[in-house]
């Protein structure tokens, strides 16, 4: 199988799609907390990421065409993307958000082993190892109590892991589909998105924005910082590979742990500390076990 190396600079990439990704929901917790719906808040982001994607694609002089197969590649993004978002954020109605997180983060699992099947990426005993390792490590870090499993927040939750790693795997098939450019790709996938949000809205039937200066900047927090992590997800997946990325990511709940303790005052301790050292462990571990991979196509 042939192989090329990962940069600094694709590592910086995911990371940054990870930190993204980890400053939103604290950003999001201040809009809700000043009155915004969980449902307009989404459909906010989406709003946001489609018209940002779209300039960015003007701005640099990027085509706009997609292949007839990249284009229905894109609609099965946009609806993985609902799909995710829906779960996840479902999920946290009816189980503690450490539960919701940890068993959302159990997508990276179901990525190695997709990959192992879809594009032939091995998955070996070290692989496994760093994995679920930085699976325990989420779990002390989040402090999470098995003490209120509601069968309906699992199951989002769960709902929302096989989508996340979907999602992930379907991004390495279809970004060579977009000649290498995946802008386009992401804009049509942000379109679907929106329509799905915008239409699970309208049956809501109620637009709940937030009150107040803070509650403003976290709504528009939330909406740029997803915005950021969608984009950036995107090509570090088209650089790095889904599994690499998928393993890199692990990194988001402690940034959001961090951007909690920064912007909502909530209290970091020694579990978390211990917690976060394991993840970044294993992180690291995967990180140094081989290099990156040329996806095989079958």
């Known amino acids: 199988m042939a192989m090329k190396a990962v940069g600094p600079r694709d590592i ?9 990704y980890g400053i939103a929901p ?15 808040a989404t459909t906010g982001r989406f709003v946001a990421g489609t018209v940002a994607v779209l300039l960015l694609i003007l701005l640099t002089r990027r085509s706009l065409r997609l292949n007839a197969r990249a284009s229905r590649g894109a609609l099965g993004l946009g609806l993985l993307s609902t799909v995710t978002s829906l779960g996840y954020m479902g999920s946290i109605f009816f189980i503690p958000t450490s539960l919701a997180v940890l068993i959302f983060y159990t997508f990276p699992l179901l990525v190695a082993v997709g990959a192992h099947w879809t594009e032939g990426e091995p998955v070996d005993r070290a692989k496994l190892f760093g994995l679920l390792a930085a699976l325990v490590g989420l779990a002390i870090a989040l402090g999470v109590e098995f ?26 098939r279809v970004a060579p589909l977009a000649g290498g450019s995946t802008l386009p790709l992401n804009l049509r996938s942000m379109c679907v998105a929106l329509m799905a949000n915008t239409a699970r809205l309208g049956f809501q039937g109620e637009v709940a924005l937030p009150a107040g200066t803070v509650g403003w900047i976290g709504l528009a927090g939330t909406m740029l910082f997803f915005t950021l992590g969608v984009t950036l997800m995107y090509a570090a997946v088209a650089r790095v590979g889904p599994v690499r990325t998928a393993v890199l990511l692990n990194v988001e709940p402690l940034i959001a742990v961090a951007a909690a303790v920064i912007l909502l005052g909530e209290r970091f301790g020694p579990q978390q500390v211990v917690g976060a050292a394991l993840v970044l462990g294993a992180v690291l571990w995967v990180q140094l076990r081989r290099t990156s ?6």
């Open 12 to 20: 910086a990439l995911t990371l940054a799609c990870a930190c993204s």
């Open 26 to 40: 604290s950003m999001a917790r201040l809009a809700y907390d000043a009155g915004a719906g969980v449902f307009t």
């Open 147 to 172: 003490d209120s499993l509601d069968p309906s927040g699992v199951a989002l939750a769960g709902m929302a892991s096989m989508g996340a790693a979907a999602h992930i795997l379907a991004i390495s």
């Open 293 to 298: 991979y040329v996806p095989v196509r079958r």
